[in-house]
């Protein structure tokens, strides 16, 4: 699947999106460091920038890898209003109960455990079934490919 690549955004669409995500993260009732370990920014920037990212003083950092856990994100925050489209408490109940897919794992805490965008994608794939319909008829694409 391919994600927009940083220089596709104008710095008025890159303030609005890092806003946007910001906001996401914010609902989620993640703590400063777990935000920063979700967007993989661990080596990138201080806590204390996150402030400029929620103001739209600051944009997000030129990185290929944050394009693509930004794209998650949104699409986590999509998959989580669609099904629950009337409450921002189930959905964050959601984030943070053990879950049978996830060997009792809550998913905030597989997204927070994987250094990669890897546990991200597992997030959203499990609540957006586009994304995971399409990602699987991909990969089936290029298994054919190869045959």
């Given at each position: 699947?391919?994600?927009?690549?940083?220089?596709?955004?104008?710095?008025?669409?890159?303030?609005?999106?890092?806003q946007?995500?910001?906001?996401?993260?914010?609902?989620?009732e993640?703590?400063?460091?777990?935000?920063?370990?979700?967007?993989?920014?661990?080596?990138?920037?201080?806590?204390?920038?996150?402030?400029?990212?929620?103001?739209?003083?600051?944009?997000?950092?030129?990185?290929?890898?944050?394009?693509?856990?930004?794209?998650?994100?949104?699409?986590?925050?999509?998959?989580?209003?669609?099904?629950y489209?009337?409450?921002?408490?189930?959905?964050?109940?959601?984030?943070?109960?053990?879950?049978?897919?996830?060997?009792?794992?809550?998913?905030?805490?597989?997204?927070?455990?994987?250094?990669?965008?890897?546990?991200?994608?597992?997030?959203?794939?499990?609540?957006?079934?586009?994304?995971?319909?399409?990602?699987?008829?991909?990969?089936?694409?290029?298994?054919?490919?190869?045959?």
């Amino acid at each position: 699947m391919a994600t927009k690549s940083y220089a596709d955004y104008s710095n008025d669409e890159l303030k609005f999106l890092t806003q946007g995500v910001m906001t996401y993260l914010d609902s989620w009732e993640l703590s400063n460091e777990e935000i920063v370990s979700i967007l993989g920014l661990q080596n990138l920037i201080k806590i204390r920038q996150l402030q400029g990212f929620r103001s739209g003083n600051r944009v997000f950092p030129d990185s290929q890898e944050l394009m693509v856990r930004v794209d998650h994100i949104i699409g986590i925050a999509d998959g989580l209003r669609t099904s629950y489209p009337l409450s921002e408490q189930m959905r964050q109940i959601w984030l943070t109960k053990p879950h049978r897919r996830f060997q009792r794992k809550s998913p905030l805490s597989i997204m927070l455990k994987d250094e990669t965008p890897n546990g991200l994608l597992k997030i959203r794939m499990e609540v957006d079934c586009n994304y995971a319909y399409a990602i699987s008829e991909a990969m089936r694409e290029e298994s054919l490919k190869q045959s």
